[in-house]
Nanobody, 121 residues
Framework: QVQVVESGGDLVQPGGSLTLSCVVS????????LGWYRQAPGKQRELVAD???????VYGDFVKGRFTVSRDNAKRTVSLQMTSLKAKDSAVYYC???????????????WGEGTLVTVSS
């Protein structure tokens, strides 16, 4: 059973920083893409950032320049370093993994339960 677990959500003041972490466990030899999505109340889920095994990354336009995504392939972890946080960044952040392993599970999507980030004074 593949598990995706996020951590690091917290209450942060505007302009502050926070780093989220995610670890993937279980039988998934190759994780093609690791990334982060977020969903605020009443809003659609949106891509924050993702990163492939090669290191190629994609950011949402609304966070580019403030957030940095990185991964450790050996540890099967991905982190999201957030700076200059704004109230609009408040959301539940979900870790996502795309299975790139050989076999029938290729292309499978795995999601974490989410971790809450609240930016407020």
């Amino acid at each position: 059973q593949v598990q995706v677990v996020e951590s690091g959500g917290d209450l942060v003041q505007p302009g502050g920083s926070l780093t989220l972490s995610c670890v993937v466990s279980g039988f998934i030899p190759i994780i093609d893409v690791l990334g982060w999505y977020r969903q605020a109340p009443g809003k659609q889920r949106e891509l924050v950032a993702d990163i492939r095994t090669t290191g190629e990354s994609v950011y949402g336009d609304f966070v580019k320049g403030r957030f940095t995504v990185s991964r450790d392939n050996a540890k099967r972890t991905v982190s999201l370093q957030m700076t200059s946080l704004k109230a609009k960044d408040s959301a539940v952040y979900y870790c996502h993994a795309l299975d790139g392993s050989y076999g029938p599970n290729y292309g499978a999507n795995y999601w974490g339960e989410g971790t809450l980030v609240t930016v407020s004074s």
